[in-house]
């Protein structure tokens, strides 16, 4: 159907899709978890907000299941090289990621408040945590990570958990946040009425304005950072996967260089800057599904950043450059890409239609009334 480097682009940007998916779909689930302890003031309003997820969050998560899938089956080396050196990062994560639907079922099993707030503050963690690891994940990307791979191609790793958390990549933790925390407060100003849809709007302005300043902050930061790197020598678009057939080289400067290559994508980083500034402009106008679909978009404008950032390199390695992983050197096979693409041609339209369908169906604000008419079925 497609020849081999083809396969590889299309299979880039596919990974790319999947991301942004799970980053709108179940991002603002982990923003409106951020965001409970302090927009619900009463049982009631807590209620109210974790019922606005609580018909959807588990096929949200089906995007997360969706990426890491694609990546397992498109890029085996990547995939074998980033859970192997986040693996104590991937354990975090799936802990809090655990705390959700533990949760979700446990909260309102009983009535005492201490039981409902621990839950409360549980559901936070279950948020935050996650939306921290992948923010501190993606600057750690931009940086490099301190790996290489011997002639065998086992790889080793030079760092661990707590080297992860430098001050760059908690940076962009922080944006991560922040981008979360503002997509989680729109969902809920549409999804809520009465206070709890002020209280949300009003965050997220402020949060908007948070995450322009610190996306701004990051790319400022990476201009004057010395990150980046080049393939020098090898690494063909059509050829087999080695990630030790090319040879590459720090280079300062290198992740802008994409920009100057396809002028057309500086419209990527101008919609990660321009939206939350829509969104801050926008919060008080009555069609909230308007600012969502914004605030999504600037979601696709952050995630679509990295990408063209970091393209061809989908892994570099900090002390062994030669050993990153590109998308020319460490995708599967044609025929493995190839039958792959038919599954997600015939499957994601599936995916997009029925999850299209569930929020029909689901469509219209959560209220006090309604929890209060149904205590005993509601979360």
């Known amino acids: 159907m497609f020849d081999y480097e083809t396969l590889k682009v299309i ?48 096929g949200n998560q089906v995007w997360l299941i969706l990426g890491a899938g694609a990546i397992f089956a498109a890029w085996p080396a990547l995939y074998a090289a980033s859970f192997s050196g986040f ?31 621990n839950w409360d503050w549980a559901l936070f963690v279950g948020g935050l945590v996650p939306t921290l690891v992948f923010g501190v994940a993606m600057g750690n990307l931009l940086e490099g990570v301190p790996f290489n791979f011997d002639s065998e191609l086992r790889a080793t790793y030079a760092f661990g958990l707590f080297d992860l958390l430098n001050p760059f990549a908690l940076l962009c933790g922080v944006v991560s946040i922040a981008m979360l925390v503002t997509h989680g407060a729109v969902y809920l100003s549409v999804k809520t009425d009465g206070a709890v849809a002020q209280r949300a709007r009003t965050i997220s302005r402020f949060a908007a304005i948070a995450w322009f300043l610190l996306f701004s902050i990051t790319g400022i930061w990476l201009w004057y950072g010395h990150f980046g790197f080049v393939i020098t020598a090898g690494a063909l678009p059509g050829g087999q996967s080695d990630p030790l057939a090319k040879t590459a080289i720090a280079q300062s400067g290198a992740w802008f260089a994409n920009y100057s290559r396809w002028p057309a994508t500086r419209l990527v980083p101008s919609l990660g800057l321009m939206a939350p500034l829509l ?52 995708s599967s096979s044609p025929r493995t890409l190839g039958i792959m693409l038919i599954a997600v041609i015939i499957f994601l339209p599936i995916i997009l239609a029925y999850t299209g369908w569930v929020y029909r169906v689901m469509r219209g604000p959560v209220t006090s009334a309604y929890i209060e008419a149904n205590r005993e079925t509601s979360y």
């Not at 790319?16 to 982990?30: C, V």
């Not at 927009?39 to 018909?55: C, H, Y």
């Not at 990062?89 to 099993?109: E, N, Y």
């Open 87 to 117: 693996y104590l990062a991937m354990l975090l994560v799936l802990a809090a990621l655990i705390l959700r639907p533990v949760g979700f079922k446990f909260r309102s099993k009983m009535p005492g408040a201490r039981w409902r707030t």
């Open 279 to 330: 969104v801050a402009a926008l919060s008080s106008i009555r069609r909230r599904l308007v600012v969502f679909v914004v605030s999504g978009l600037g979601i696709a404008g952050v995630i679509g950043s990295m990408g063209v950032s970091l393209f061809p390199f989908l892994l570099p390695s900090s002390s062994s450059p030669q050993s990153s992983l590109t998308v020319w050197d460490a």
């Open 11 to 58: 299979w880039w940007l596919l990974l790319g899709t999947l991301l942004i998916g799970f980053a709108i779909m179940d991002g603002f689930d982990l923003g409106v978890g951020m965001l409970l302890p302090f927009v619900g003031r009463s049982d009631t309003e807590r209620r109210v907000i974790i019922n606005t997820i609580g018909p959807v969050w588990e």
